[in-house]
């Protein structure tokens, strides 16, 4: 018995679970997958196999994607990408062996010779790159996947916008307007009890896009400080075309901020660290609410509008 045999014995039920389970459930993933397409590289050259044996030669066995460095293999020579090596508890969803830290260099090779398409196809991206210069696109294709903008939980969403929207409102229910203008009041029993969370996430509609309105308490440094700020569905540089104001207003105190709101690029603790936006102090925010200090009544009225 090699070594760890008996290890890959106890998990070879599992194993072959697993790996049968992806197979089964990502057929129709496989039919889109951007990483199917053949690449040109290699047609047509005397002694090379053809784009699809070489595909096929790179394909993993479990999650069926196009494998890139680094590729590990068993001692036998079966291969499966980095990813799945981790998913299937370090033992050969093909022999059982366990795989050990091997890495397959002459395939690496292959796959690094290759020009292959962008990850994000399937969501639009038509670019194709040879594979060093893929990783490095892919980190700022326009096309990428958005997270999901909810910061009361830890949410690991993502997808487009639409089916961001989707998942707002049907997952955490999230309040959605429409319209550039808003009028919001916030109501807290004890003003005293200030906690690093989300109070509150609106959705607005306007000139045909969505924009997230925060609001939430935190503490800078060891001030307690409530805050309000915008974030943009999109990317940045289309973010850059509106600014919107905040005002909160009462007891004969008026506080404006003007900003141009963030993309959801940008994590919602990026944005609300680097203070960029509507900041009211507890003592003013108190002063806002009529000074009674018992409970906090603020009314933040808001407006979008777009760059021409």
């Known amino acids: 018995m090699s070594p760890g045999g008996r290890f890959c014995e106890d998990v070879a ?30 047609l047509g050259i005397p002694g090379m196999p053809s784009n699809h044996n070489v595909h096929d030669l790179l394909e993993c066995p479990v999650c069926m994607n196009l494998m890139c460095p680094p590729i590990h293999q068993c001692p ?11 998913r299937v508890h370090n033992c050969c ?19 690094e010779s290759l020009d292959l398409p962008c ?8 670019d194709i790159f040879p594979y060093y210069s893929k990783l490095k ?27 961001l929207m989707m998942h707002l409102k049907n997952d955490h229910k999230v309040d959605m307007h429409d319209g550039c203008t808003f009028n919001h009041r916030y109501v807290k029993s004890n003003p005293q009890e200030v906690d690093n969370a989300t109070w509150m ?8 896009r969505q924009f997230c309105l925060h609001f939430e308490a935190f503490h800078i440094g060891t001030a307690p ?45 990026k944005v609300r660290d680097s203070q960029d936006g509507l900041i009211i102090q507890r003592n003013l925010a108190l002063f806002f609410s009529g000074g009674n200090r ?7 009225a808001g407006r979008i509008w777009k760059e021409h």
């Open 201 to 208: 996430l609106t959705i607005f509609n306007c000139f045909g």
């Open 225 to 269: 400080v409530y805050m309000a700020f915008l974030r943009f569905m999109g990317d940045d540089d289309e973010a850059k075309q509106f600014n919107y104001s905040l005002e909160v207003s009462g007891s004969g105190r008026k506080l404006i901020w003007q900003g141009i709101p963030r993309s959801i690029r940008d994590s919602h603790r």
């Open 137 to 163: 696109h892919e980190k700022i294709c326009k096309y990428r996947p958005y997270n999901c903008p909810y910061a009361g939980a830890d949410c690991s969403v993502t997808g487009d916008i639409q089916l």
């Open 119 to 126: 990850r994000y196809q399937i969501y639009g991206c038509q």
């Open 76 to 86: 036998n020579g079966h291969t499966l990408c980095s990813s799945c090596k981790a």
């Open 13 to 42: 039920e599992s194993c072959m679970a697993f790996a049968d389970s992806d197979v089964a459930t990502s057929t129709g993933d496989v039919r889109t997958s951007p990483f199917r397409k053949a690449a040109p590289g290699l």
């Open 93 to 111: 969803p093909t022999c059982r062996n366990e795989l050990g830290n091997i890495r397959c260099l002459a395939l690496e090779k292959v796959a």
């Open 294 to 300: 018992q409970e906090l009544k603020l009314k933040v």
